[in-house]
C-alpha cells in the first residue's frame, strides 16, 4: 500500500521560511506524480503546487508563485515543499498527495486527481 508521512510543519513568524517533507513508501516512487494541498479553518482544500515523475516539471499556484517551490527526491523517495516570505493567510494543514495515473510530464492540479493522501502537517504563520 502506498503511504505517505509529512513532516516539517510548525510555527513561523509572517516573512519566515519552512520546509515540509513527504516521504513516499510502498511503490514505486519515481512513477508518481506527487502534490501539495492545503486547507484553512473553514475553507476548502486547496492546490498548492505539483511536481511530474518524469522530468521534474512542475506547477505552482498563482498564490504562493515566487514563494513557494516543490521538488524531488527519487534517491529519499522524497517531495519537498520550500516556503518562503510566509504570510499569515498561508496557515493552514498541509496535505501531500500522490497519483500514478497522469502521464509523465503532468503536474496534477485538483485534488480529485489524486488517489493517495497523507495525514497532514499543520503550519501556522502567526506574529
Known amino acids: 500500500q502506498v503511504q505517505l508521512k509529512e513532516s516539517g510543519g510548525g510555527l513561523v513568524q509572517p516573512g519566515g521560511s519552512l520546509r515540509l517533507s513527504c516521504v513516499f513508501s510502498?511503490?514505486?516512487?519515481?512513477?508518481?506524480?506527487m502534490g501539495w494541498f492545503r486547507q484553512a479553518p473553514g475553507k476548502e482544500r486547496e492546490f498548492v503546487a505539483s511536481?511530474?515523475?518524469?522530468?521534474?516539471?512542475?506547477l505552482t499556484a498563482e498564490a504562493v508563485k515566487g514563494r513557494f517551490t516543490i521538488s524531488r527526491d527519487n534517491g529519499k523517495n522524497t517531495v519537498y515543499l520550500h516556503m518562503d516570505s510566509l504570510k499569515p493567510e498561508d496557515t493552514g494543514v498541509y496535505y501531500c498527495?500522490?497519483?500514478?495515473?497522469?502521464?509523465?510530464?503532468?503536474?496534477?492540479?485538483?485534488?480529485?486527481?489524486?488517489?493517495?493522501w497523507g495525514q497532514g502537517t499543520q503550519v501556522t504563520v502567526s506574529s
Open positions: 510502498g511503490r514505486t516512487f519515481s512513477s508518481y506524480a
Open positions: 511536481i511530474s515523475w518524469m522530468d521534474d516539471n512542475t
Open positions: 498527495a500522490a497519483d500514478n495515473t497522469v502521464g509523465r510530464w503532468t503536474t496534477p492540479h485538483h485534488r480529485t486527481m489524486y488517489a493517495y
